[in-house]
């Protein structure tokens, strides 16, 4: 079982940065696509940015492009989502999580994940 922990939210001003950082426990981190998912305040849990295994290939929602950058470091196990040009309804908390190659959640479940906060 892998065990996910999600830090660097915060409060930022509109058109600010933030980089979220996600560190996994066990040993096979680099075999496993990993994907950042955010859920606003009564909103559905929704996609946000995808990264294979290799670092290869990248994914993003159509709502990020542009803005975000999902990176991730094999040696440190962990998974980065550098937010630029943040927008308010950006305001999320956001989750990391193991997915398959299409980006759906497999191992593992839901962490506290991180608050981000955007003042318009």
């Known amino acids: 079982q892998v065990q996910l922990v999600e830090s660097g939210g915060g409060l930022v001003q509109a058109g600010g940065s933030l980089r979220l950082s996600c560190v996994a426990s066990?040993?096979?981190?680099?075999?496993?696509?990993m994907a950042w998912f955010r859920q606003a305040p009564g909103k559905e849990r929704e996609f946000v940015a995808g990264?294979?295994?290799?670092?290869?290939?990248?994914y993003y929602a159509d709502s990020v492009k542009g803005r975000f950058t999902i990176s991730r470091d094999n040696a440190k196990n962990t998974v980065y989502l550098q937010m630029n040009s943040l927008k308010a309804e950006d305001t999320a908390v956001y989750y990391c999580?193991?997915?398959?190659?299409?980006?759906?959640?497999?191992?593992?479940?839901w962490g506290q994940g991180t608050q981000v906060t955007v003042s318009s």
């Open positions: 999580r193991v997915t398959n190659s299409d980006y759906e959640v497999t191992l593992g479940s």
């Open positions: 066990g040993r096979t981190f680099i075999e496993y696509t």
């Open positions: 990264i294979s295994w290799s670092g290869g290939s990248t």
